[in-house]
């Protein structure tokens, strides 16, 4: 059977130039189909789609799954699917240029990785809400910005994917990603999206939906570092890297990590690391050269 390829069902080209994510209720798009989406492909994106109420059923490479909520279905590039829907469907679909999210760039390259096949998966009631008010954060971020390229869009979206992967993967998959290091594994990334721009515990917190204790007591768990010292470490490591491996000054380096006063971030280096910005640079060189 001939299963046509779309980039959005129905659509051979992004409306946007620079067109990365899209974003829209289930219902927007499969009520115009009689909210039945006929099965086809997608040869660069990936999708999330979640249902909070309703029912369905997909067809995924010709295999009929039952769609219960609240779920997930994830869908790597190049996979026929299709879907049939009630009239009381509601939840989200989310399209993403697989290469424009670190967590799913690798997939059409890396065929042993768990987001390399697609996946149902029905939500855990403890994980539920948090996943709701992810998916929700989401829809509100893209309605503001249209698919602008965002850092929290990004990291967002990274979380609900691993959220769902801990539901998804069987309780012997060493593999496995728990909610827990689900969270660490997207504050993670929205740190080397945002750490220039000096954000606090605080903010952090906010930004992935949690409360700084919970964030913190989690962070804790899975790393044994606070969550402002695990903050910090990501801070240190870009300092040390461009002192090692750029010609920057010392002040270059200090604005571009968003310490206005180099003299404040030479003794915070200092007090992170031991040395002061000007020896760290002397003594990791020299050992280099040995």
């Known amino acids: 059977m001939f299963v046509p390829t779309y980039d959005l069902y129905g659509e051979k080209r992004p409306q946007e130039a620079d067109f990365w994510v899209h974003c829209e209720t289930i219902a927007a798009r499969s009520s115009a189909y009689r909210w039945e989406i006929r099965p086809h492909r997608h040869d660069s994106f990936f999708q999330f789609l979640y249902i909070r109420n309703g029912s369905g059923d997909a067809d995924v490479a010709g295999e009929g799954i039952l769609l219960t909520p609240p779920c997930v ?4 590039p190049g996979v026929s699917h299709g879907y049939r829907f009630s009239k009381d469907i509601e939840g989200f679909v989310i399209t993403v240029v697989a290469d424009r999210l670190p967590i799913t760039a690798r997939v059409p390259q890396n065929r042993g990785d768990w987001l390399s096949r697609p996946r149902m998966a029905v939500i855990e009631a403890k994980e539920a809400p948090y ?4 998916v929700q954060r989401i829809a509100e971020e893209f309605e503001k910005h249209r698919g602008e390229r965002r850092s929290l869009m990004g990291s967002l979206l990274t979380t609900a994917i691993l959220i769902t992967g801990s539901s998804a993967a069987p309780p012997d998959n060493g593999g496995r990603h728990d909610a827990k ?3 660490v594994e997207a504050l993670t990334t929205l740190i080397a999206e945002r750490f220039r721009d000096q954000l606090t515990a605080e903010d952090y917190a906010r930004l992935l939906n949690l409360s ?15 969550l402002h010292d695990f903050i910090m470490t990501r801070v240190v490591d870009e300092a040390s890297r461009a002192l090692l491996f750029t010609p920057a000054s010392i002040k270059q380096i200090a604005v571009s990590l968003g310490f206005a006063d180099p003299a404040y971030f030479s003794r915070w280096f200092r007090k992170r690391t031991g040395r002061t910005p ?9 050992s280099l050269e040995r």
Request: proline fraction near 3%.
């Open 73 to 76: 279905v994830l869908m790597p």
């Open 131 to 134: 996943l709701d008010a992810t």
């Open 181 to 183: 290091q689900a969270r």
């Open 212 to 226: 700084v204790t919970h964030l913190n007591r989690v962070v804790r768990e899975v790393t044994g570092q606070t």
């Open 278 to 286: 000007g020896r760290f640079r002397s003594d990791e060189r020299e």
